[in-house]
């Protein structure tokens, strides 16, 4: 076969592969230091890049779209082709969707104003402050299932900005998420007084989703996790 034939070949091959390989509109949420918003872009920051890791392991391209964590739970649920990143695990949500992982592990954590002195040694002394918390978090499911009330914000820096202009007495997040913002923020840090529970974060997706792809993003994972690359988002 002359060379230019077989060139030919293997490059009508390599666009063949490429035009069958899986994909997913992957939907994120912005949190600052973790998935950075940028228009026009995929989501930048540590959160784009793990993606972008988790795409070339797993052969599934991940189409990354920002998205305000309550609709992106809804449209994950009702659209085909969608998965959604930092997804906890509930019993409610467990038939929903299809999961992979989990990528990323963190706790609650209750912080309060840098300069503020009190001290926690219950969680369930939050109750009576003013909170505020990140909507369809675990830390928020944590609230309601104690019938504790708190202000609920689309993004974890409302919380923090709340809690720095003295708006509020506590803000409760999930700790991996929480440093990350504290570091990008730059403000008056605040103080941790209390860490408990696990928070495991899944991707889920669309229950008509491939259980190929699903495996091979599953597989990814697992190999990420192995070659200590999940390690800034607490996966040991």
């Known amino acids: 076969m002359p060379r230019a034939v077989l060139l030919l070949s293997l490059l009508l091959m390599h666009a063949a592969a490429q035009a069958q390989a899986p994909v997913l509109e992957m939907l994120v949420y912005p949190n600052a230091g973790v998935f950075e918003s940028a228009p026009g872009q995929s ?5 784009g890049a793990m993606l972008q890791r988790l795409q070339t392991l797993s052969g599934v391209k991940l189409n990354q779209q920002l998205m305000p964590i309550p609709r992106a739970l809804l449209t994950v649920k009702q659209k085909p082709g969608h998965c ?3 997804v906890s695990r509930t019993p409610e949500r467990e038939a929903t969707l299809l999961w992979v992982g989990p990528w990323a592990r963190g706790a609650t954590a209750i912080f309060v104003r840098g300069d503020d002195p009190r001290r926690v040694h219950d969680p369930l002394e939050v109750r009576g402050g003013s909170i505020v918390v990140l909507r369809d978090s675990a830390p928020s499911d944590w609230l309601k299932s104690q019938s504790i009330p708190a202000t609920e914000v689309k993004d974890n820096t409302t919380g923090l900005r709340m809690l720095q202009a003295r708006r509020v007495d506590f803000w409760l997040a999930n700790d991996l998420a929480a440093h990350f913002v504290i570091r990008a923020d730059g403000g008056p840090a605040p103080r941790q ?15 008509s989703t491939d259980p190929a792809a699903v495996a091979a993003l599953d597989a990814g994972i697992a190999q990420m996790r192995r070659n200590g ?4 988002f607490g996966m040991r």
């Not at 007084?193 to 229950?207: A, S």
């Open 43 to 47: 989501a930048g920051g540590p959160g």
């Open 84 to 86: 959604m990143v930092a």
């Open 193 to 207: 007084v209390y860490n408990f529970g696990r928070i495991d974060l899944y991707m889920g997706c669309h229950t």
């Open 229 to 232: 690359e999940l390690t800034e």
